[in-house]
């Protein structure tokens, strides 16, 4: 195991994410606060409550979510889009660093980044509202499961990508629509019946149906459900990436 | 000698077809500096990418170190070195970060003196703070080497190091060049300033179409190919070249200023002295004599004259 190979290309990543310091935090803080101004205090203040909870608290876990699955997406694919693009890759790819030590530094320090944004969010949201987390380890497992998992996928199209546009197409025309439409600012069970079933096809609906769950105890689906789908996400993101290793998939030729 | 690097039989087609390596068999003996000339799109750089891992190949082995370059890739990546053709740095790392971080890859561990003397061998030590994109294309030039040589690599790969760079740093370039092969390191150079190939390499292959045509000892390539010439200046300009003379590979100069005599250094017996004897009997007057030899670069076009070269691949 090249244990140096993984640290250097960890600490680059997160060297970049340090050079702009200022963007990589005070972008998640600004959002957060604008979507607290108008789903927390214009929205919230004509819903009370949603399955008991506070709706300013009720969207915490969603907004969360919204901003840690499309900066795992873009933090990953952009880190190994970015070499590929400027030519830099010849480097990794000429040095004794197998696939999978290349794929811990860089997805590792992805999900590093987004779990550290997600901190940032939390602490942001407890500036708005007074937050609970009922279950610390279970919001902890969610938020780590979904930054791993959502960085591979991100990575993955990051490979794929050989210009910007397809680089931005599934988190822009994909992710945000799931997520929007996923619940993270409503529960399912406020659309009609119809509705209530096509969401369900919608795998971001698990991510913060679970991830809520953790919070305050309130779900649109079992937890265990949701538990599942994440896992099988991450298993098949990362079978797809071991795919991607083997056949040197638009890394070599 | 041993061989180092060990080439058997590789074949590179790329996606759309181009067959950038041909059946190319090479061997680079242990401490040597293997000069690899070869017009744009033969397939030098292909072959380097083949050795150093970016690119598979469809057919043959690779053996560095006695070790197979895709089953002991570790070992083998870690006794290689790359320079690439292209300026491909990033922007906002600092020299000393990129060096540091390309010495990691490679798995050896941080060693902060070496890396302060590479950058003091390279006049880069007072940038060692600078973001890479504040350097002159030079500047990237010796970031690029220092990055190569960061994990003390015993084989260096040089892919046209001197291209577009100023005289000084072709000079640096060259004597730690020098230097390295002092050290025992290996190294192979591409380049297209083929005086730079006839001044520090001590072999010489030559690559066109995705095939190597020759691999020669430099002195020994240019005694066997290289032309000696004989230029007789007349005092009387000739009007043509005496019946005398005929049974000589001999050619008139410029307005019959001069006669040319072209004959094979490795020959027993170059006939100059029964020539000027000859020239004395047909009544010409010598004025002046001088002796001009074939360089490489003469030897290099005569060789890839008949063998035009393919139509460049992608990564040819």
Redesign the interface.
């Known amino acids: 195991m090249?244990?140096?190979?993984i640290?250097?290309?960890y600490?680059?990543e997160m060297?970049?994410a340090w050079?702009t310091l200022f963007q990589t935090v005070a972008s998640p803080v600004i959002s957060t606060s604008l979507y607290f101004i108008v789903f927390g205090g214009a929205i919230g203040s004509r819903i009370q409550t949603v399955d008991g909870v506070e709706y300013g608290l009720f969207i915490v876990p969603g907004l969360t979510m919204l901003t840690l699955l499309t900066q795992s997406i873009s933090n990953a694919s952009f880190g190994i889009y970015f070499p590929k693009f400027?030519?830099?890759i010849?480097?990794?790819?000429?040095?004794?660093?197998s696939f999978y030590e290349a794929l811990i530094g860089y997805v590792g320090a992805a999900a590093s980044k987004s779990l550290i944004i997600g901190i940032i969010i939390l602490v942001t949201a407890n500036l708005f509202v007074d937050l609970r987390i009922d279950h610390p380890f279970w919001m902890l497992t969610f938020l780590v499961l979904t930054c791993v998992t959502f960085s591979l996928f991100g990575f993955i199209i990051g490979l794929w990508a050989d210009n910007f546009e397809k680089l931005q197409i599934i988190p822009i025309l994909i992710i945000t629509p799931l997520v929007f439409l996923g619940g993270s600012f409503y529960s399912i069970s406020m659309l009609p019946p119809f509705w209530q079933t096509v969401t369900l096809f919608n795998p971001v609906v698990y991510l913060v149906s679970g991830f809520r769950w953790s919070f305050f105890e309130v779900a649109d689906v079992n937890v265990w459900v949701s538990l599942g789908m994440i896992l099988f996400f991450l298993l098949l993101c990362m079978a797809i990436v071991s795919w991607m290793f083997k056949t040197?998939y638009k890394l070599?030729? | 000698m041993d061989a180092i690097v060990s080439i058997k039989q590789v074949s590179k087609i790329y996606d759309n077809g181009f067959r950038a390596l041909n059946n190319v068999s090479l061997d680079i003996q242990r401490g040597e500096i293997l000069a690899l000339l070869g017009p744009n799109g033969a397939g030098k750089t292909s072959l380097i990418s083949a050795v150093t891992g970016i690119i598979s190949f469809n057919e043959g082995s690779i053996f560095v170190d006695d070790k197979d370059n895709v089953k002991d890739y570790r070992h083998t990546r870690k006794l290689i070195g790359l320079v690439p053709q292209e300026l491909t740095l990033g922007s906002f790392e600092t020299v000393w970060n990129t060096v540091s971080f390309s010495r990691g890859l490679y798995g050896a561990k941080p060693k902060p003196a070496h890396i302060e003397q590479l950058l003091k061998d390279l006049s880069l030590w007072d940038k060692k703070d600078d973001q890479l994109r504040m350097l002159s294309g030079g500047m990237k030039r010796r970031v690029l080497i220092a990055k190569a040589l960061s994990h003390e690599p015993r084989i260096l790969f040089l892919d046209e190091p001197t291209a577009g760079v100023d005289v000084e740093l072709r000079k640096d370039m060259w004597r730690l060049v020098n230097r390295l092969r002092e050290s025992g390191v290996t190294i192979i150079l591409t380049t297209h300033y083929i005086e730079e190939a006839e001044e520090i390499a001590d072999r010489i292959a030559v690559i066109n179409g995705g095939e190597v045509l020759l691999i020669e000892d430099k002195l020994e390539l240019m005694r066997k190919l290289g032309k000696k010439q004989l230029i007789i200046e007349l005092k009387e300009p000739a009007a043509a070249i005496p019946d005398a003379l005929q049974g000589y590979d001999i050619e008139l100069g410029e307005g019959g200023a001069s006669l040319i005599y072209t004959y094979d250094t490795s020959a027993e017996a170059t006939g100059i002295t029964r020539l000027l004897q000859d020239i004395s009997a047909a009544g010409l007057t010598l004025k002046d004599i001088q002796t001009s030899q074939s360089t490489l670069e003469d030897i290099f076009v005569d060789l890839v004259r008949d063998q035009p070269a393919q139509e460049a691949g992608a990564a040819a």
Do not use: C, D, H, W
Request: hydrophobic residues 40%; aromatic residues 8%.
């Open positions: 090249n244990f140096q190979a640290r250097v290309i600490r680059s060297m970049r050079n400027i030519g830099t010849y480097e990794v790819l000429a040095a004794p660093v040197g070599k030729q």
